[in-house]
């Protein structure tokens, strides 16, 4: 399964505001509070990772899938930049 990373930074930012009301309110001790701060940001540095190493996977995928295509595309590029070059040299 896919990790949504947009969900997981919205549900990060909504544990911490219900954190910051508990310690407003006088319900946990500043200690508390860093603990679990220090665990949110784990849990949601994990969930960036798993992110990440998704879409690579995902771009290492489709690149093998459509390897020709990439590499007729860079050789058209490259083509393409040495005719550009080549004109405006002699003009």
Do not use: C
């Not at 899938?65 to 083509?79: R, S, T």
């Amino acid at each position: 399964m896919f990790p949504n990373l947009l969900n997981a930074t919205q549900e990060y930012w909504r544990k911490l505001d219900a954190l910051e009301a508990r310690y407003q309110q006088g319900e946990i001790s500043l200690q508390e509070v860093n603990a679990k701060v220090t665990r949110l940001i784990r849990e949601l540095g994990n969930e960036r990772r798993r992110s990440l190493h998704n879409f690579k996977n995902m771009l290492q995928g489709w690149f093998s899938q459509q390897k020709e295509f990439v590499y007729g595309l860079i050789l058209l590029a490259v083509v393409t930049y040495g005719w550009v070059i080549s004109t405006t040299q002699f003009s």
